[in-house]
């Protein structure tokens, strides 16, 4: 069998860790209720069902469809996904 995709949009957002750093609200409403949390180094500490993952700086953090938050390599995002509607 193949299959291909469903065509859908999720937010993201590029992990460029700084104490400056303007979060997207979907991404700060995760890290206040603990869901993730930015480690001393810059990296990004997500919990989800199967586990933590780490997001180091430059991996990009999707929504998914169910609001499961999870990191995506650069190289995997830009074969994967079509930006839209660019971050302000």
């Given at each position: 069998m193949k299959a291909r995709k469903k065509p859908v949009i999720v937010d993201a957002?590029?992990?460029r860790y700084s104490k400056d750093s303007t979060?997207?609200?979907w991404l700060q409403s995760a890290i206040d209720a603990g869901a993730a949390g930015a480690m001393p180094?810059?990296?990004l500490v997500i919990r989800t069902l199967e586990?933590?993952?780490t997001a180091?700086?430059?991996d990009y953090i999707i929504k998914g469809v169910?609001?499961?938050?999870y990191p995506c390599k650069p190289d995997i995002f830009a074969a994967t996904y079509e930006v839209i509607e660019p971050c302000d």
């Amino acid at each position: 069998m193949k299959a291909r995709k469903k065509p859908v949009i999720v937010d993201a957002f590029e992990w460029r860790y700084s104490k400056d750093s303007t979060l997207p609200s979907w991404l700060q409403s995760a890290i206040d209720a603990g869901a993730a949390g930015a480690m001393p180094n810059g990296k990004l500490v997500i919990r989800t069902l199967e586990g933590e993952m780490t997001a180091e700086i430059g991996d990009y953090i999707i929504k998914g469809v169910k609001g499961e938050l999870y990191p995506c390599k650069p190289d995997i995002f830009a074969a994967t996904y079509e930006v839209i509607e660019p971050c302000d």
